[in-house]
């Protein structure tokens, strides 16, 4: 199947400070990246969708200037978490897909945990 | 607003059982149910399904849709402790988002 790799794997940072993760997809092009956050013992709730080359489509909720996404390849994109605080700190999943069509499969990532001091 | 209620939160049985997990939704324009395993790490992909009543299955995994109780089961038949993971179930709703249920935390002891 195909791969989605996430860099890092886990971060620890100091409060104020601003967090990058990236996600690759490995062996396919991805028209779509989709980032999710899980709390402990919660399930993944989507932050934002990206398109390759457009701005991310964010959820309610999710501040857009805290949690910055670039889409700017078909194999890359990257959340960068600004200013971070403590309430920051949970399991960050990107998940890709190859296609538009609503059953192309989402292949996840393997997470990164970002815990914030 | 969307939902998607997964049954029971957490289930603890002894190798050898069967399980069945369960999955109901309330969501705007569905297109299809998913059922993923999350061991430590990205959840990884077991299911989909699109049409009620034709049953899918992977070994000794089962899942069915019931699009009338707007609900859907996993069963698993003959647990092995690696079959120990959070469940979860996930419906395609509209053009592409996923609207993931709370998990069902599943541990098989030996």
């Known amino acids: 199947g195909a791969v989605v790799s996430q860099h890092p794997s886990w971060v620890i940072c100091k409060s104020g400070t601003s967090v990058k993760i990236e996600c690759r997809s490995l062996?396919?092009?991805?028209?779509?990246m989709f980032w999710y956050r899980q709390f402990p013992k919660q399930s993944l709730m989507l932050m934002a969708t990206s398109n390759e080359g457009s701005k991310a489509t964010y959820e309610q909720g999710v501040e857009k200037d805290k949690f910055l996404i670039n889409h700017a390849s078909l194999t890359l994109s990257t959340l960068t978490v600004t200013s971070a605080h403590p309430e920051d700190s949970s399991f960050y999943i990107c998940?890709?897909?190859?296609?538009?069509?609503?059953?192309?499969?989402?292949?996840f990532g393997p997470g990164t945990r970002l815990t914030v001091l | 607003e969307d939902k998607v209620v997964q049954s029971p939160l957490s289930l603890v049985v002894h190798e050898g059982d069967t399980v069945t997990l369960n999955c109901s939704y309330e969501?705007?324009?569905?297109?299809?149910l998913l059922w993923y395993k999350q061991e430590k790490k990205a959840p990884t992909f077991l299911f989909m399904l699109t049409s009620s009543g034709i049953e899918k299955k992977s070994g000794r995994l089962s899942s069915i849709l019931d699009k009338k109780e707007l609900s859907s089961i996993l069963n698993i038949t003959a647990t092995q402790t690696g079959d120990s993971a959070i469940y979860l179930c996930?419906?395609?709703?509209?053009?592409?988002?996923?609207?993931f249920g709370q998990g069902t935390r599943l541990t098989i002891n030996p």
């Open positions: 969501v705007t324009n569905f297109r299809s």
């Open positions: 062996d396919f092009q991805a028209t779509t």
């Open positions: 998940s890709a897909r190859e296609g538009l069509g609503f059953y192309n499969e989402q292949f």
């Open positions: 996930a419906i395609i709703q509209g053009a592409q988002k996923l609207v």
